[in-house]
C-alpha cells in the first residue's frame, strides 16, 4: 500500500503557469488519507519556501519542508557525507544563500560544489577545479544539462563545462538533481518510509522515471506535461496515468 508519494513539479502538477486538471484536488485528497506527500523539483534558483509560495498561490496547500529540490538534496547529501569536512562551494548568489551554514576552505577542500556560474565562469576558475579533481577532489553539481533556453535563446548551461572536466580529468562528477538515484534517495531519507511504500510521479521519463527506477522505488509516469508516447522506450514505469486523480 502506496503511503508516501513524490510528485514532480512541473509537467505533473502545473504546467504553463496553471495548475493541471485534478492536480489541486489530488493533493487534497491525499493529504486527507494522511499520505505523506514531498513535492520535488530540479531547479537550483529558488528555494523551497519559493516554491511553496508560488504553489500555494494555484491553490495547493503544501508546506516549504515539503518541497524538494536539487540543491536541498544536495545539502542532505554533503551533510550526511561529508559532516565535518569543510568544501568549496562555486555557486551564484541565489544558489550560495542556501548554503551559508556550510564552513568553506577553497585552498584544500574535500569536495567541490559547481552550480550554474553562467556569466562567471572562467579559465582560471574551471582550471583550479580540474587541477582539485586531478588530485582526487571529488566533484559535486546538480546536473549535466549542457544548454538551456531563456527569452527564445538557447543558452549554455553548466553541465557543458562538468563534461568538460570529466573529459579531461577521466574523474566522473556526482550529479544530485534527477535522474540521478541520489536525489530520490536523500528526499526519501525525509519520509520515514519504506521504499516499498513510496511512489514517484512525473512526466518525464528520463529523469523521474530513470531516477526513481535506478533508486529502486516504484514509479508513475502520468500523461501531461512532457509526456510523449513512445512504445520504444526502454525505461518503463510501473504504473501509466492518464490523468492525477487514477492515483485515488
Ligand atoms: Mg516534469
Redesign the pocket.
Known amino acids: 500500500m502506496t503511503q508516501g508519494y513524490i510528485f514532480?513539479i512541473?509537467?505533473?502538477l502545473i504546467f504553463d503557469g496553471a495548475p493541471l486538471p485534478d492536480a489541486i484536488e489530488t493533493i487534497n485528497a491525499l493529504r486527507e488519507q494522511d499520505k505523506t506527500l514531498r513535492f520535488a523539483t530540479n531547479g537550483t534558483g529558488k528555494s523551497k519556501e519559493e516554491i511553496a509560495d508560488e504553489l500555494n498561490a494555484f491553490g495547493f496547500k503544501m508546506d516549504a519542508n515539503e518541497v524538494e529540490t536539487s540543491v536541498t538534496a544536495c545539502i542532505r547529501y554533503l551533510k550526511r557525507n561529508f559532516p565535518t569536512s569543510k568544501g568549496q562551494l562555486l555557486l551564484p548568489t541565489r544558489t550560495y544563500r542556501m548554503f551559508e551554514d556550510f564552513e568553506c576552505d577553497n585552498d584544500d577542500p574535500a569536495y567541490i560544489v559547481l552550480g550554474d556560474l553562467d556569466e562567471k565562469f572562467n579559465y582560471l576558475l574551471l582550471n583550479d577545479v580540474f587541477q582539485k579533481m586531478k588530485s582526487g577532489v571529488p566533484l559535486i553539481v546538480f546536473h549535466r544539462n549542457t544548454q538551456y533556453r531563456k527569452n527564445q535563446t538557447y543558452h549554455l548551461d553548466s553541465g557543458a563545462f562538468t563534461l568538460a572536466l570529466e573529459n579531461a580529468t577521466g574523474e566522473i562528477a556526482t550529479v544530485m538533481g534527477k535522474p540521478s538515484m541520489i536525489f530520490f534517495q536523500e528526499i526519501c531519507h525525509t519520509m520515514d518510509l519504506p521504499k516499498e511504500q513510496i511512489l514517484i510521479i512525473?512526466?518525464?521519463v528520463s529523469t523521474?522515471i530513470k531516477g526513481g527506477i535506478d533508486a529502486g522505488i516504484s514509479t508513475a509516469l502520468v500523461k501531461t506535461?512532457?509526456y510523449r508516447a513512445n512504445p520504444r522506450n526502454e525505461i518503463k514505469p510501473t504504473r501509466v496515468l492518464d490523468n492525477l486523480k487514477d492515483l485515488l
Open positions: 514532480d512541473d509537467g505533473t512525473g512526466d518525464d523521474d506535461g512532457k
